[in-house]
């Protein structure tokens, strides 16, 4: 089953201590993206990468690192947590990044308490 | 001003009312319109795509896009309960923001259907 997977589902974690978020694609996809979402301010992008080794800051990177040395994987790791990080978390894969407009899939969501 | 708004309901219908779904958006470079619809703890997915103005219809769905009044809809007709989520309008253009995919997304309407 083509699918985008993330885990954990849930994390609950303390300030400073740092933690990394999985995020696969079995679509051999090319591109892939972190997405947080909350409330009033919808989603928003954090990092993305249009192939391996590619990577580049979304709309709010800060707090955040993402690596790409596989083309399945993208893993988002936070080195530092703070509370103001607690979000629902979205990976997000489509297959090439040309043109605009392609689907992107999205996988179960990441949900991240920072206490 | 965000570069897409969309009215975050909630919104309550009866099983089998008609629905209407609306975004403006600001940036007149946006050429790719897209309906994601998310359930409740799910990860977003692609309900609908536009390209350009017109109208677009699948099934019960219908998608418009006005690009002279930069105002997009989404009309769902016979709704059912199976309808119930928040329904979030994505907006991207060709090499917008130095990536081919990145997409803005409205803040999302939840949707209640009631039997």
């Known amino acids: 089953e083509a699918q985008v997977t993330q885990n954990p589902r849930y994390l609950i974690t303390v300030t400073g201590k740092k933690l990394t978020v999985t995020c696969s694609q079995n679509m051999n996809h090319e591109y892939m993206s972190w997405y947080r979402q909350d409330p009033g301010l919808g989603l928003r992008q954090i990092y993305y990468?249009?192939?391996?080794?590619?990577?580049d800051k979304g709309d709010v990177p800060e707090g955040y690192k993402v690596s790409r040395k596989e083309k399945r994987n993208f893993p988002l790791i936070l080195e530092s947590p703070s509370p103001n990080q607690t979000s629902l978390y979205f990976c997000?894969?489509?297959?090439?990044?040309?043109?605009?407009?392609?689907?992107?899939?999205f996988g179960p969501g990441t949900r991240l308490l920072v206490l | 001003q965000k570069e897409v708004e969309q009215d975050p309901g909630p919104l309550s219908v009866p099983e089998g009312a008609i629905v209407s779904l609306n975004c403006t958006y600001s940036?007149?470079?946006?050429?790719?319109f897209m309906w994601y619809r998310q359930y409740s703890r799910k990860g977003p997915e692609l309900l609908m795509y536009?390209?350009?103005?017109g109208n677009k219809e699948d099934g019960r769905f219908t998608a418009q896009v006005d690009k002279s009044s930069k105002y997009i809809s989404l009309f769902i007709r016979d709704s059912q309960p199976s309808d119930s989520a928040t329904y979030l309008c994505?907006?991207?253009?060709?090499?917008?923001?130095?990536?081919?995919?990145?997409?803005?997304f409205g803040t999302g309407t939840l949707l209640a259907v009631q039997p």
């Open positions: 997000a894969s489509s297959l090439s990044t040309s043109g605009g407009g392609e689907t992107q899939y």
């Open positions: 536009t390209y350009s103005s």
């Open positions: 994505a907006m991207s253009a060709p090499g917008y923001g130095g990536a081919t995919n990145k997409l803005i």
């Open positions: 940036n007149s470079a946006f050429q790719y």
């Open positions: 990468s249009m192939n391996v080794e590619v990577t």
